[in-house]
Each structure stands twice: as structure tokens, then as C-alpha cells.
């Protein structure tokens, strides 16, 4: 009889060390599916992600990647969560992965033009969203909605020299004793 309750409280205790320490939830936000059963890493990291928690979302991310193996769709999930906790170095370098495995890969592509456009690189980053925007077809709003921000941005930035032509010539004058102004020949 004894042997038999030793052997109760050891399986208790071991069943104990199973359940997360705040109990068993029925909305499974870890992936715990009441079944038994795993719920795909991609799908709770993309709940995660829309419902803000951008590290828990790497986190299955990463376990996604280890039960499906390293892909494009993988790789460009876990740039976007590097991107959302501002983690601009490694988003890129793992976008850019990711495009190596797939360079059609869609979300891969405009993600890694939003990186660059936060890196101030807005010529690289419009022609990722032009590939985006026609491997796409033009049907996702924020693909073209960046595009569109990124031809503006790289179009302010260029130089343009008839707009030189109208602020005319400038000729360097000395004052006085060192100081030069700039003046305008309009």
C-alpha cells in the first residue's frame, strides 16, 4: 500500500512539472493545443505579432524553424519580428537570406524595403517594392502604399539641375576682413 502511494505522489509531482505554472489556458497562446497537439510556430508567432508581442513571436519563430527547417517563409518571418523590435541589422542580413531561398518571396521582399527605407535607403528599398508590387499584382494596400512613399523619398533626393538654373549664379564677395557672403546673381 505504500509503494503504491510513493508511487502516486511521484507520477503527481512529475504530471506537476508538465502544466505551465499559470495553469492550462483554452485560448492556447503558447502553442499548446488542449489535445495534445502543436500549433504551428508561424501561426501563434503571426498572432503574436498582431497582437504586439514581437519577442514572444520570435520565440515561435525560431521554434517554427526547428520543426519545419530553415525557409523562405520561416526566415522571413523572424526578419519581420527583428524589424518590429527595431533590430534593423539582423532584419536585414535574415531578409536577405530569406530572398536568397525565394527571391520571389513577397513579404520577404517588402519587408526588407521597409528595413532599408528606416535606414535612409530609399533607392534600394523602391526597387524591392516595385518587385514586390508586381509579383503581387498590386492587390496589397501596404505594398504599394510603401512603393509610393519610397519614389517620393528617393524623388526629393535626387539632384536636379534645372533647379539649379533657377536659383541662378552665386558669386562668393568679401566683406570685410574675413567674411564672405554668398549672393545671388536672380
Not at 510513493?6 to 495553469?23: D, H, M, Q, R
Not at 520570435?58 to 519581420?80: F, H, M, P, T
Amino acid at each position: 500500500m505504500r509503494q503504491a502511494a510513493v508511487a502516486i505522489f511521484c507520477s503527481a509531482l512529475f504530471l506537476a512539472g508538465c502544466v505551465p505554472a499559470g495553469g492550462v489556458s483554452r485560448n492556447q497562446p503558447y502553442g499548446v493545443d488542449a489535445r495534445g497537439e502543436a500549433v504551428d510556430g508561424l501561426i501563434v508567432g503571426h498572432r503574436l505579432m498582431e497582437s504586439g508581442e514581437h519577442e514572444l513571436a520570435l520565440k515561435a519563430y525560431l521554434r517554427a524553424a526547428g520543426e519545419r527547417g530553415v525557409n523562405a517563409d520561416v526566415l522571413s518571418a523572424i526578419g519581420s519580428a527583428n524589424l518590429a523590435l527595431g533590430r534593423l541589422g539582423q532584419a536585414e542580413q535574415i531578409l536577405r537570406r530569406a530572398l536568397e531561398l525565394d527571391p520571389n518571396f513577397v513579404p520577404a521582399l517588402n519587408n526588407l524595403g521597409v528595413v532599408l527605407m528606416e535606414k535612409g535607403q530609399s533607392g534600394e528599398a523602391k526597387v524591392l517594392f516595385q518587385q514586390a508590387f508586381a509579383l503581387d499584382s498590386g492587390e496589397t494596400d501596404s505594398i504599394r502604399e510603401n512603393l509610393m512613399l519610397a519614389i517620393a523619398r528617393s524623388e526629393s533626393s535626387v539632384y536636379d539641375p534645372a533647379q539649379e538654373e533657377k536659383n541662378g549664379e552665386f558669386r562668393l564677395v568679401r566683406q570685410e576682413k574675413g567674411k564672405y557672403v554668398l549672393l545671388s546673381d536672380l
